[in-house]
């Protein structure tokens, strides 16, 4: 089974500029990433940011199900006034 922690810990380790948020079953989990590094970026752009962190875990099936919300600061700001 999978720690939220751990997942959070390896998309920081990547994006060290973000603000990361990871929750989760065990199985299937929810991230929150928010990071100046998506700036200009598209939706799919950011995801496959993310997804090329993690990868080596998805293929080893150590990490099954990850949904996320790929943010730039000023979207969370937005999003949180």
Do not use: C, N
Not at 16 to 40: N, R, W
Not at 43 to 59: A, N, P, Y
């Amino acid at each position: 089974m999978m720690d939220a922690q751990q997942i959070k810990t390896w998309i920081e380790e990547g994006l060290p500029d973000a603000t990361v948020e990871v929750v989760g079953d065990g199985y299937h989990f929810q991230a929150l990433i928010v990071s100046p590094s998506f700036e200009g970026k598209s939706l799919l752009e950011r995801q496959r940011m993310v997804k090329t962190l993690l990868q080596e875990h998805f293929d080893s099936g150590a990490l099954h199900a990850l949904s996320m919300r790929t943010l730039t600061p000023e979207q969370w700001e937005r999003e949180r006034s």
